[in-house]
C-alpha cells in the first residue's frame, strides 16, 4: 500500500510539474503572436509613416544588437536575483511589461506624431517615425528579456531530468508555432479595427486602424499567458538555493573581483571555460542559423521576385505584392508543420537513436530544401521564357506545379525549424547543467551563436549577392553549403547527452544485460 501510494504522489508530482512547464512554454505564443504580426503588417505600416529606406537597415539592426547584449546580461542577473519571488519571474514580468509599452508605442506611433506635430499629408513624418523606431528597439529588448528567462526556468522547472529538458523546449518550440499561426491569421484579416472602432483616426487610415486592433489581441494574449504562468508556478528564492557555478567551475566571488566588472568578468570566465561539448554545440549552432537566416529574412522577397519575376518597376509592382501574398500562405503553412513537429520532437529522436543524429539528419534536409530554391527559380524563369516565347504574358503568376512546389518548401521546411528552435536550446541546459553552470548565462552564451550569424548575413548577403548579379540565391546556396557543414559537424562531433547514449546503446546492443 506504501509502495502504491508512493507512486501515486510520483505521478502526481509529474503532472503538476508539466503542467508548469506547459504554463511556462505558453508564454512563446505571446510573444510570436506579437512577431508574426510585424511579420505581416509592418512593412504597409513603414511606408505609411514614411520610414526612408536608410532608416531601415538601423531599425532591423537592432536585433542582432539586442540579442548579443541583453540576453547574456539577463541570463547572468536572473541567476543571481535574490527577489523573494523568484529568480526568473521578475525578468519575465518586467520583459511582458515592457512588450506591452511597445507595442502601444509601435501603434499609436502615427497618433502620436500627429499630436506633436506631423502633418497628416505630408509623405514622411519625422516624429511618428521616432515613436515607432523607439517602440521598434524597446519591443526587441523586452523580447529579449522574456525569452531568456522563460527557457531558463523550463530547465529549472526539468531539474537534472534530460528528458524534461528536452520536452520543455519542445513545448516551447510548439507554442512559438502556435503564436506564428496566430499572428499570420489575424494579420490577414482586415475587419478587426470594427471591433475597436476608436482605433481609426485622422493620423490612422483603416489598415493603420487594423494593426493597432491586432495589436490589442497580442496584448490580450500576452498578458493572459504570462498571469497565469507566473502566478501559477512558484520559485524558491536564490538564498534557499546552492549558488550555481560558473562555466569554469571557479568560485564566483573571487571571478568578480578579478574582473572589476561582474557581468563581463563571468562572461569572459564563461568562454574561458568552456567545456568541449559546449564549444562544440556553439559552432553547430552557428553553422545551422548561417544556413537559416538568408530564406528567414528574405523568403517571401524570393516568392516575389525570383519564384514570381515581379519588379517594384514593373506592373506597379502588383506581381511582388502577390508572390509577397504567396510567402505569407508559405509561412502559414511551415508555421503548421513546424508546431506539428515540435510535439514529436522527442519520439522521433529515440526513433532514430538520439537529439544529435535527428539535428544533424534535419540539417541535412535544410541544406537539400536551400539547394531546391534554385531548381524552383529554373523552373519559374523557364516558365516565364516560354510564355514570352509563345507570345503570352510575361508578368504573370507561375505554373500551379512551381507556386505548389514553392508552397511545399517552405511546409517541409517546418520541420527543420522544430529542431532548430527546440534541439540546441535542450542541450545547452543539459551541458551547462553537467557542467556546473548557470542556465541564464549559458543559454545567453548560446544566443551569441545565433546573433553573430544574423549579423554577418545582414551586412554580407546584399553585397555577395550582387557580386553574381543580384537576387537571393546566391545567399541560398550558402546557407545551404553551412547547413550541411552543420549536419557533418552534429553527425561527428556533438556528443551524446548521457540518456540519449544509454538509449543508443540499449538499441544496438540489446543482448548485454548491463543496458537493461
Known amino acids: 500500500m506504501e509502495v502504491e501510494s508512493a507512486n501515486k504522489d510520483m505521478r502526481a508530482a509529474q503532472r503538476s510539474t508539466l503542467i508548469r512547464i506547459v504554463l511556462v512554454a505558453s508564454i512563446a505564443a505571446g510573444v510570436q503572436f506579437g512577431w508574426a504580426l510585424q511579420l505581416s503588417l509592418l512593412t504597409p505600416y513603414v511606408q505609411l509613416l514614411g520610414i526612408p529606406h536608410t532608416w531601415a537597415a538601423f531599425i532591423w539592426l537592432c ?12 541570463g547572468y542577473y536572473s541567476d543571481r536575483c535574490t527577489s523573494r519571488f523568484g529568480r526568473r519571474r521578475p525578468f519575465i514580468a518586467v520583459g511582458a511589461c ?10 499609436y506611433a502615427a497618433d502620436l506624431g500627429h499630436l506633436c506635430g506631423d502633418h497628416v499629408d505630408k509623405p514622411t513624418r519625422p516624429r511618428a517615425i521616432a515613436f515607432f523606431v523607439v517602440g521598434f528597439w524597446v519591443l526587441d529588448v523586452s523580447n529579449n528579456m522574456l525569452q531568456g528567462p522563460c527557457r ?3 530547465a529549472d522547472l526539468s531539474g537534472n531530468d534530460q528528458k524534461k529538458m528536452r520536452t520543455s523546449n519542445a513545448l516551447f518550440s510548439f507554442f512559438m508555432a502556435v503564436g506564428n499561426v496566430l499572428g499570420y491569421a489575424a494579420g490577414s484579416y482586415t475587419r478587426f479595427y470594427k471591433i475597436f472602432p476608436f482605433t481609426k483616426t485622422k493620423a490612422c487610415d483603416v489598415y493603420c486602424a487594423n494593426l493597432k486592433s491586432c495589436f490589442f489581441l497580442s496584448i490580450a494574449l500576452l498578458s493572459t499567458v504570462t498571469i497565469l504562468a507566473l502566478t501559477s508556478v ?25 574582473a572589476g566588472l561582474p557581468f563581463f568578468g563571468e562572461m569572459w570566465s564563461a568562454f574561458k571555460g568552456l567545456q568541449r561539448p559546449m564549444r562544440i554545440l556553439l559552432l553547430v549552432t552557428c553553422l545551422n542559423w548561417i544556413a537559416w537566416f538568408p530564406f528567414l529574412l528574405f523568403d517571401t522577397d524570393w516568392m516575389g521576385k525570383e519564384v514570381y519575376g515581379g519588379t517594384v518597376e514593373r506592373s506597379g509592382g502588383k506581381i511582388v505584392r502577390s508572390g509577397v501574398r504567396a510567402g505569407a500562405l508559405g509561412l502559414m503553412l511551415n508555421s503548421v508543420v513546424w ?19 535527428l539535428w544533424g539528419i534535419v540539417n541535412f534536409l535544410l541544406a537539400l530544401c536551400m539547394a531546391m530554391t534554385v531548381l524552383i527559380t529554373k523552373l519559374a524563369e523557364s516558365a516565364r521564357h516560354t510564355a514570352a516565347a509563345n507570345g503570352g504574358a510575361t508578368l504573370s503568376p507561375p505554373p500551379a506545379g512551381v507556386k505548389a512546389g514553392a508552397l511545399a518548401l517552405f511546409a517541409v521546411l517546418g520541420i527543420p525549424l522544430a529542431v532548430t528552435y527546440s534541439i540546441p536550446f535542450a542541450l545547452a541546459s543539459i551541458f551547462s547543467h553537467a557542467s556546473g553552470a548557470g542556465q541564464g548565462l549559458s543559454l545567453g552564451v548560446l544566443n551569441l551563436a545565433i546573433v553573430f550569424p544574423q549579423m554577418l548575413v545582414s551586412v554580407a548577403s546584399g553585397p555577395f549577392d550582387a557580386l553574381f548579379g543580384g537576387g537571393n540565391l546566391p545567399a541560398f546556396v550558402v546557407g545551404a553549403i553551412s547547413a550541411a557543414a552543420s549536419g557533418i559537424l552534429s553527425l561527428t562531433m556533438l556528443p551524446f547527452p548521457t540518456t540519449d547514449l544509454l538509449c543508443f546503446l540499449k538499441m544496438q546492443y540489446p543482448q548485454f544485460p548491463a543496458f537493461h
Not at 512558484?234 to 578579478?258: C, H, I
Open 63 to 74: 536585433g542582432p544588437i539586442s540579442g548579443m547584449l541583453v540576453q547574456p546580461i539577463v
Open 98 to 107: 515592457f512588450v506591452a509599452m511597445a507595442v502601444f508605442l509601435i501603434g
Open 152 to 154: 531558463a526556468l523550463l
Open 234 to 258: 512558484k520559485e524558491r528564492a536564490l538564498s534557499s538555493q546552492p549558488k550555481p557555478e560558473n562555466a569554469a567551475g571557479e568560485d564566483e566571488e573571487r571571478v568578480t573581483e578579478s
Open 339 to 357: 508546431g506539428f513537429t515540435s510535439l514529436g520532437v522527442n519520439v522521433i529522436s529515440r526513433g532514430i537513436g538520439g537529439v544529435k543524429r
